[in-house]
C-alpha cells in the first residue's frame, strides 16, 4: 500500500468503502451495537466519532515527531479523551434529549478501537492532511455503517425512519430488533451481505483470470 | 439507586443486564478470544479481576474529583488511571505469583482497551453506588462477563465441526450466536428487580 503515492482523496475514499471499519474491519463494535436502535441515534453516534477520529488524526499527526514511542499509547488515549470530553459537553449542550439517548457510550468513544487504531496505524505516520482526509473517511464510512444499522433497526423494529411512520398501522412491529439480541442480528445480516459480495467478485475475478490464461494459451 | 441491596445488584450486573450481551460492552474480546473454552475463562478471570481494581480506584478519584470541583477530568482521569492500573497488576502478578502470569498472557495489557472496564467505571459514578455496592457491581459484571464469554466458546468449539454455508463462517456466525444468547438472556428480565 505504502509503494504507491495516493493523494487525499484515495484516503477519503478507502474509507467509505474498501476499507469500512464497520463492515470490512470489524472494529469499534460496541457503540455500532449498542446506539443503533434509532437511525437518529446512530447519525449522532457516527457524527460525534468521526469528528474526535478527525480532531485527534490531526493532533496526533501534528505531534508525531514529539512523541516518545514508549509512551505514545498513553499519549493517544490522552488525546483521544480530551475530545471525547468535548464532544461530551457538546451534545449536551445542543440537546440533552439525545445526550440522555447515548448516555454513557459517548464517553465509551474514548475506548474505540479504532481510534487508537487509526492513530498508531495511520496517523502516527503520514502528514497532518493525510491523516485529516484518512479520519474524515474513516469516520464517515463509520458513521454510514451506523446509519445503515439504526436505519433497518428502526424501520423494522417501530415501522418508522426519522420518527417518520413508514407503514400501515397494521404492521407488526419486530420488537426484537429494537432489542439487545436485534443488534447483533442485524449486524451479522450485513456482514453477510458485503461477505457475499466479496466472494462474488472474488469468483468473477477467478474466472476471468482463467478465461484469460486460457486466450493466451 | 442507594437502598439497593447487594445481591440485586449483583444479580442485575451479572445477568439481567449483562455487560456483553444487553449493554454491548467488551465486544472485542468478547469476539476476538471466544473461540477457544481455556483461554475464554483465563481472560474472564483476569478482566474481573481487573474490573474489581479498577472500580476501587475509580470510586477514590470520582470523590476526589467531586472535592476539588472539576467533572470534567473524570474521563481523562479514569482512562489513565485504568491504563496504570493494569499495567501495576500486570507487575503484580508477574513478581508474585509467575505462574497465574505466564497463564494470563497478552491478555493482561488488552484489558486497558475493553470498554467494559471503563463502562464500569462511569456506570457506578453514574448511579451513584457506595463503595460496598461498587465492589458488588465489579465482581457480577466480571462473572457476567465471563459467563457470557465461556457460553460463546463452547457453542463455537462445538460449531468448528459443524458444516455452515461458506459465506456465514467467521464473525457473521459469532454475531448470531451472539444474537441467540442475547436472546436467553433476556429471559433473566425482572429476575432482580
New interface residues.
Given amino acids: 500500500m505504502a509503494t504507491l503515492p495516493k493523494s487525499g482523496t484515495d484516503e477519503f475514499i478507502k474509507g467509505l468503502w474498501k476499507e469500512n471499519p464497520v463492515f470490512v474491519q470489524?472494529l469499534g463494535?460496541?457503540?455500532v451495537?449498542?446506539v443503533s436502535n434509532t437511525a437518529m441515534n446512530a447519525l449522532a453516534m457516527g457524527l460525534a466519532t468521526a469528528f474526535v477520529l478527525v480532531m485527534s488524526n490531526i493532533v496526533v499527526s501534528s505531534l508525531r515527531s514529539f512523541i516518545p514511542k514508549q509512551v505514545r499509547i498513553?499519549t493517544y488515549?490522552?488525546i483521544i479523551?480530551?475530545f471525547?470530553?468535548v464532544v461530551?459537553?457538546l451534545i449536551q449542550a445542543v440537546s440533552l434529549d439525545l445526550y440522555k439517548a447515548l448516555g454513557?457510550f459517548i464517553?465509551?468513544i474514548?475506548?474505540?478501537?479504532l481510534i487508537?487504531g487509526r492513530a498508531e496505524a495511520f496517523a502516527s505516520k503520514n502528514t497532518i492532511a493525510r491523516s485529516a482526509m484518512d479520519g474524515l473517511g474513516m469516520g464517515i464510512g463509520f458513521a454510514f455503517a451506523l446509519f445503515c444499522l439504526g436505519a433497518v433497526r428502526e424501520i423494522l423494529g417501530n415501522g418508522t425512519l426519522f420518527e417518520a411512520q413508514l407503514f400501515h398501522d397494521s404492521f407488526q412491529n419486530w420488537v426484537?430488533m429494537i432489542?439487545?439480541?436485534?443488534?447483533?442480528?442485524t449486524?451479522?445480516g450485513w456482514?453477510?451481505l458485503f461477505?457475499?459480495f466479496k466472494?462474488r467478485k472474488a469468483r468473477r475475478e477467478h474466472a476471468s483470470t482463467l478465461g484469460l490464461s486460457k486466450e493466451t494459451a | 439507586m442507594h437502598d439497593e441491596s447487594l445481591w440485586t445488584i449483583f444479580i442485575n450486573a451479572s445477568l439481567v443486564n449483562n455487560f456483553v450481551l444487553a449493554y454491548f460492552l467488551g465486544i472485542c474480546p468478547f469476539l476476538g478470544v471466544s473461540s477457544k473454552l481455556e483461554t475464554a475463562s483465563r481472560m474472564g478471570a483476569a478482566v474481573t479481576f481487573v474490573m474489581l481494581v479498577s472500580s476501587i480506584c475509580a470510586f477514590g478519584i470520582q470523590a476526589l474529583l467531586v472535592a476539588i470541583n472539576a467533572p470534567y477530568l473524570k474521563l481523562i482521569s479514569f482512562i489513565a488511571v485504568i491504563a496504570s492500573t493494569v499495567q501495576l497488576v500486570e507487575m503484580f502478578i508477574k513478581k508474585v505469583s509467575p505462574a497465574l502470569f505466564r497463564s494470563l498472557g497478552i491478555f493482561l495489557p488488552l484489558i486497558t482497551t475493553n470498554c467494559a472496564i471503563l463502562g464500569l467505571a462511569l456506570f457506578q459514578t453514574n448511579k451513584g453506588y457506595s463503595f460496598v455496592q461498587c465492589i458488588v457491581y465489579a465482581l457480577g459484571a466480571g462473572a457476567g462477563f465471563t459467563l457470557a464469554l465461556v457460553l460463546m466458546a463452547g457453542l463455537r468449539e462445538k460449531l468448528e465441526l459443524a458444516e455452515v454455508p461458506e459465506v456465514t463462517r467467521g464473525t457473521a456466525m459469532a454475531l448470531m450466536i451472539a444474537g441467540l444468547l442475547s436472546v436467553a438472556f433476556m429471559g433473566f428480565g425482572g429476575l432482580g428487580s
Fill in positions: 470489524v463494535m460496541c457503540p451495537l449498542a498513553a488515549i490522552l479523551a480530551t471525547v470530553t461530551d459537553y454513557a464517553s465509551l474514548v475506548v474505540n478501537c487508537l426484537v432489542l439487545p439480541s436485534g443488534g447483533f442480528f449486524l451479522a456482514l453477510l461477505n457475499w466472494q
